[in-house]
């Protein structure tokens, strides 16, 4: 409509100095058709403007809800990964602990055997933020404080969790190489892995693997980063 009313106002601009007025009255009626013009294309960008903040507030929203639960999916995750690595911790300072010549229990490797012969990485649900991202739309959430806390969680927090647990895993996988080349049998049920993980060159790996204090830490950190853009977007939007 607006662009209409601005091509009926530059005809009729076109049109006044065919009239037979009198200069001063072709130039009022000029400068009124300039000033309806000017004021359409104003009215227009004005609307346009609010009718792509009002688009761009919906997309935000709807990306920041779906993120809200994106992260409860990833606390609950995170907090399993954080019991295994505890786990993970007890087990093989039981191994690397022990005095010389001491043997290892096999109820208690068999009990922890899931901590031992299993590996634990977080797998963040991280593809609603990078589509949002690479569409060049983080800079339309309003709430700048909310927008940092996203970008630190998902570049920074998360990312140097998936260093620690990556690495770890890197250690872990030596210790199956290691196990996988050692282990024999002893009879048709039975084998000598409990003594292989006794061993020197297993305790030299295992030792590695008792350190699992920043791996926590780091758990912790994106736990409560993710509480807080919880209680942000709950802020703006309501639980």
């Not at 227009?44 to 709807?62: G, T």
């Not at 295994?84 to 022990?98: A, D, H, P």
């Not at 096999?106 to 991202?133: C, H, M, Q, V």
Request: glycine share 4%; hydrophobic share 35%; aromatic share 10%.
């Amino acid at each position: 409509m607006a662009e209409q009313e601005i091509v009926k106002h530059t005809k009729m601009i076109f049109g006044i100095w065919k009239t037979k007025y009198s200069f001063l009255h072709k130039l009022t009626e000029l400068i009124t058709e300039v000033f309806i013009i000017v004021f359409a294309i104003t009215l227009s960008i004005y609307f346009h403007d609010r009718s792509e903040l009002k688009h761009q507030r919906h997309e935000a929203k709807v990306f920041l809800l779906g993120l809200r639960q994106d992260l409860k999916t990833d606390i609950e995750e995170m907090n399993s990964d954080k019991k295994s690595y505890q786990n993970s911790g007890v087990i093989f300072r039981y191994i690397t602990n022990r005095k010389l010549n001491e043997k290892l229990n096999a109820d208690t490797i068999s009990k922890y055997s899931n901590w031992i012969f299993n590996t634990t990485g977080l797998i963040p649900n991280s593809g609603r933020f990078e589509g949002f991202k690479s569409s060049g739309k983080i800079g339309t959430i309003e709430n700048k404080k909310l927008q940092d806390y996203i970008m630190d969680l998902y570049q920074e927090n998360i990312a140097t969790l998936i260093v620690s647990t990556n690495d770890y895993t890197a250690k872990k996988q030596r210790l199956f190489e290691y196990l996988e080349a050692n282990t024999k049998r002893i009879t048709d049920s039975t084998n000598n892995r409990v003594s292989a993980l006794a061993s020197d060159q297993a305790l030299n790996i295992c030792s590695s693997l008792t350190f699992v204090k920043q791996i926590l830490q780091r758990y912790d950190t994106c736990i409560n980063k993710m509480r807080l853009i919880i209680g942000e977007i709950n802020k703006d939007y309501g639980e």
